[in-house]
């Protein structure tokens, strides 16, 4: 069920965090909130003139419940890493799961991964480097995003280990993204 646009009232504190400056809050109990994104297993919504992003684990806070029933897109669970082959497309097909918190299309078809590569190590495990930027240099929320595709990357069958970098050459924009993207935000 989703439940963009639906203005709820908290039944209980939530944490939560400031969009764009990456700032933890804490929303009370009681308080109106409007949710205007529901990706990747988090929700953005806007509270007192504000956008914060609550993470799926804290959907109760919000009256949905916890059940992957509930959510459009559920959070992939970490599996045990063991050894053999890594599926790249695996890999990608995660990190469409990953959302900018003010933009209601993933990090992929955004055009903010530039690379995956999965390197075998001696002792057969596999270590994933991923290349990725932002669509802007200052995002407070660089940080949660890098930690989500870190978390998701971490899911995929046989991966053992993984490196995020974040570059900002090339500088991000607009002809980065998909042509779905671009559809999607209307940008045609």
Not at 109 to 132: Q, R
Request: charged letters at 20%; hydrophobic letters at 40%; aromatic letters at 4%.
């Amino acid at each position: 069920m989703n439940s963009t646009g639906d203005t709820i009232t908290t039944t209980r504190d939530v944490d939560a965090i400031l969009i764009p400056l990456g700032t933890p809050v804490t929303i009370p109990a009681g308080a109106m909130v409007l949710i205007t994104q529901e990706l990747g297993g988090t929700y953005t919504v806007s509270v007192s003139g504000n956008l914060a992003r609550i993470e799926g684990k804290d959907a109760d806070a919000l009256g949905l419940g916890d059940s992957s029933e509930d959510v459009e897109e559920t959070v992939v669970e970490q599996t045990t890493a063991t050894t053999g082959p890594v599926d790249e497309q695996a890999i990608w097909d995660v990190l469409k799961t990953c959302y900018d918190p003010e933009i209601p299309v993933n990090i992929v078809d955004l055009g903010l991964v530039y690379d995956v590569h999965v390197v075998e190590t001696d002792e057969g495990k596999h270590h994933v480097d991923i290349v990725m930027t932002l669509t802007a240099p200052g995002c407070g929320m660089g940080p949660f995003i890098v930690d989500d595709v870190r978390a998701k990357t971490l899911s995929v069958e046989n991966v053992n280990d993984v490196e995020v970098q974040l570059v900002f050459d090339p500088v991000w924009d607009r002809s980065m993204m998909s042509d779905e993207a671009r559809l999607q935000l209307g940008m045609f």
